[in-house]
């Protein structure tokens, strides 16, 4: 908790901190709240582009993501004795072992060619990359969940999209939430992808690249600089603690089931 919160400590007093007061003492408590420095942050229009272009990106994603995965791990896991899926299975977990600077530059080459250096671009890429976890982790769930269910449901009428839809991704919710959780922080978080990919112009840039070439545009003021980190990371811890709840509510439903 020491080395997390330290870091968090820091960042909030040195937001609300003034200038004379950090000469001080960084590790000081402020006297009084100063908010002359988010004032500042928020009145640049460009923080305001780049907190729209993260959040679009973030949501966009997360809703690919948890429309895709569920239904690829469920085709998989109900059809897991069959060599075909089995295969696809397997090819998708390879992904687990190339680390990601092995691709960095061939990801470079082909989205230049696809001309696919944007937000489209940029989106592809991690429901891609979210595909192999995503899918470890849902097709090992639904091999927890009867196979009787989706019997019961064709007995009753249901054709496999209904059982699907209906009786499946309900239950899938603990695992849904948990796949939302990681890939959110991942990618409201990442600074790599949109480095490669969005570097071509100041407009596309996100939060991540906001707060990397915000020492640049202000290279003596660390207050500003770090009301800028704290009000870059409010989103996402404020998302953090609304899944948890539900992350900890499905995690028990699901057992108690």
């Known amino acids: 908790m020491a080395v997390v919160m330290l870091p968090m400590y820091l960042t909030v007093t040195l937001a609300f901190k003034t200038r004379e ?8 408590l402020p006297s009084s709240i100063y908010l002359g420095h ?32 569920p239904m690829v791990s469920y085709a998989i896991s109900r059809n897991f004795g069959k060599t075909y899926y089995k295969f696809v299975y397997v090819f998708i977990l390879s992904g687990i072992f190339v680390p990601f600077q092995v691709i960095m530059l061939p990801t470079l080459h082909y989205m230049s060619d696809l001309k696919l250096m944007n937000h489209t671009g940029l989106i592809i890429m991690y429901v891609t990359l979210a595909l192999t976890q995503g899918i470890f982790l849902c097709v090992g769930f639904l091999k927890n969940i009867q196979f009787e269910l989706d019997e019961a449901s064709r007995i009753d009428g249901c054709s496999i999209w209904q059982t699907f839809m209906k009786i499946i991704f309900p ?8 796949i939302t959780t990681l890939n959110s922080l991942g990618i409201w978080n990442d600074f790599t992808l949109p480095l490669i990919l969005l570097n071509r112009s100041p407009n596309f840039w996100t939060l991540p690249l906001f707060i990397y070439n915000f020492k640049t545009e202000y290279s003596i003021d660390y207050n500003l600089a770090f009301a800028g980190f704290l009000l870059t990371m409010l989103p996402i811890i404020a998302l953090y603690g609304y899944l948890q709840r539900f992350l900890i509510s499905g995690l028990t439903e699901g057992a108690l089931k």
Do not use: D
């Open 21 to 28: 007061e950090t000469a001080k003492s960084i590790f000081s």
């Open 38 to 69: 988010m004032k500042t942050i928020l009145g640049n229009g460009r923080f305001w582009v780049y907190l729209q272009n993260s959040l679009t990106i973030t949501l966009v994603s997360l809703l690919i993501i948890i429309v895709i995965v």
């Open 171 to 178: 239950l899938m919710a603990p695992i849904i939430v948990t």
